[in-house]
């Protein structure tokens, strides 16, 4: 039996592995030296790790958006953040609305739910007249053009909310609603009230569309498509159809995880879908674009990393206010996924 001689690493080769071992010892002498000094309380490494599942959570239920939308056409929609945006600031007037006549305070339950369902269904129109006005006559441009005319929505999107509702930042008024706000334990752990609310909005929703894909007509019909447009259409499937319900499913997605935002942000502006939307882009890339499970994987992932990464790993080099580096981990995380693992952590290597 004749033994292959190893395959010799080229110069790229190299260098991706030396700054593949570089990160590594980075990260892990960084942690090493803040565990030591015991800068941060038990306590403290709890409620981040908290917070960052609950922001995780927001960022998955975006990401859904993302990866819908590429597993059927093959495109990235970069103006799902403004998709995003678009709910969260429409529910704003419906929710002083109702905190000024005092339903908000009196049926909270019911103040909540108008205002997502305001959110979830402004986010959605918004969708569905994307795919209409901008996507679909594109449909068999070069892969660069819808690209490019997503960005070119996504400012169109961005500004128009700006001179239709103003440059201001809004706070929404969830600071009367008292099941909103204070702590409670579960298993002897303290949680905020919008974290778990949060948390477990986000499951529910998450577990709601995995059924739909998995176990519905609906689902059947988009997984046909995905795999094969034109076949799918010999078989009967309208496409159009699908990918319309495609979007509208991720714009639904979208302005949910809008008001969830506001329960741990509390501010919408123009601008606010821009940061959430790239970090969810990240999310999806992270878990393998195209995958739902791992887009939801990718968004936990990300968040714990973005809440607890600043302080565990630049904190015991003496890095100053490493709080304010939360979106450099969040792109540096980016940049390393696409050069180490461009398929993601559960996507298939092509």
Do not use: C
Not at 134 to 149: D, E, H, K, Q, S
Not at 221 to 241: C, H, P, Q, T
């Amino acid at each position: 039996m004749r033994l292959r001689r190893p395959e010799r690493l080229s110069w790229v080769g190299l260098t991706l592995l030396g700054l593949q071992i570089a990160v590594i010892a980075f990260v892990v002498v960084g942690s090493v030296l803040t565990i030591a000094e015991g800068l941060f309380s038990f306590s403290a490494w709890r409620d981040l790790f908290i917070f960052g599942i609950a922001q995780g959570s927001i960022y998955a239920l975006i990401a859904l958006g993302y990866t819908l939308v590429y597993g059927i056409l093959f495109m990235i929609n970069f103006a799902h953040g403004e998709v995003f945006m678009t709910g969260a600031f429409t529910a704003w007037f419906v929710g002083v609305a109702l905190a000024d006549s005092g339903i908000l305070v009196d049926s909270p339950l019911i103040g909540v739910g108008l205002v997502l369902l305001v959110s979830m269904f402004t986010s959605m129109i918004v969708a569905v007249l994307l795919e209409r006005i901008a996507y679909r006559p594109l449909r068999g441009a070069p892969r660069l053009v819808p690209l490019i005319t997503a960005i070119g929505a996504s400012l169109v999107l961005q500004y128009s909310v700006r001179g239709m509702y103003g440059a201001g930042v809004r706070a929404y008024p969830w600071g009367t609603v008292a099941d909103l706000n204070g702590r409670v334990e579960i298993l002897g752990v303290p949680i905020l009230r919008s974290q778990l609310i949060v948390v477990v909005s986000a499951i529910v929703l998450m577990f709601a569309l995995y059924w739909l894909v998995e176990k519905t007509r609906t689902g059947r019909a988009m997984r046909a498509v995905s795999e094969d447009k034109e076949v799918a259409a010999l078989m009967g499937i309208d496409v159009d159809a699908v990918i319309m319900r495609t979007f509208a499913i991720g714009g639904l997605l979208a302005g949910a995880a809008a008001i969830l935002y506001t329960f741990i942000f509390n501010q919408v502006a123009f601008s606010m879908g821009f940061l959430p939307g790239i970090k969810a882009f990240t999310a999806a890339v992270l878990g393998g674009i195209g995958n739902i499970v791992g887009a939801m994987l990718g968004g936990l992932v990300l968040g714990v990393l973005e809440s607890v990464g600043p302080q565990l790993f630049l904190t015991g080099y003496g890095v100053p206010a490493t709080n304010q580096l939360r979106d450099v981990i969040a792109f540096v995380m980016l940049v390393l996924v696409l050069i180490f693992r461009p398929y993601g952590l559960l996507g298939k290597k092509a």
